[in-house]
DNA sequence: CTTGTATATAGCCAATCAGGTATATACCCT
DNA sequence: AGGGTATATACCTGATTGGCTATATACAAG
């Protein structure tokens, strides 16, 4: 599993998404990223454990806490990717831009468009 | 399952990434996009399934043919979402704001950092 | 109406996932 | 050492995934 599989796979979980949300506020132990769900803390130990092997997340260590913390930098590459669809999105268009080399400015661009 | 949910997960195979990598050239048919995968046609048709469901393609129909064209809008929420993470990881730092606020500009803010 | 081509569906299977409970480990405190 | 707290691991389960083969459907052309 590539970098990029693992980024996606780990973004595709709310649970993850809105830990890493947490996180932008900064440092959290599993105790208080747990709160906030109805569910098990063994099971937000595992969401961690995705986190972390997509380096989504590093650990420390404070007494018996292993507090969590955000690492972003391969959401970088996720937005890289995407990146790459910005501009079919944005524009509204399919090809547009083949399309209008195709047509050869038939008619005047007035960029009114979208 | 909402929209991020499928469109990360949609997002989290390389052969989905591929084809919709693919489709940013223009409409395919399923033969089409089949062919640079070692991987039989009905395995295909899945993954279409699994991107279509997502709302990041949609099919056309030209006589036995059903042409696949990119749905690039819904990767721009995967976008905004991801956008929130940008400064993290552009600044390379970790709650630098409040470490800073609570160092009290101890020493002369030159904007070396980085 | 039969044949060929393009695609979809059904059903199978092994692997992974997301949750659970029970238990182990790690660390602090007395 | 023993007790409490924080976290991890082991194991179970049902659902989902990603691949396959075989078959069905949709359409075009003869």
Redesign the interface.
Known sequence: M?Q??AT??A????TR?AI??RL???EASVMELAEPFAMSQPSISKHLKVLENAGLISRGRDAQRRPC??E??P??E??D??????K???GNF??LD?LLGAMKAEKAPDSTDQ
């Open positions: 590539n990029l599989d996606f796979a973004l595709a979980d709310p998404r890493l949300a932008i506020q900064g913390r955000l972003a930098k959401l970088a996720a937005n990717w995407l990146e790459r669809y910005r079919i999105w944005e399919q090809r083949a």
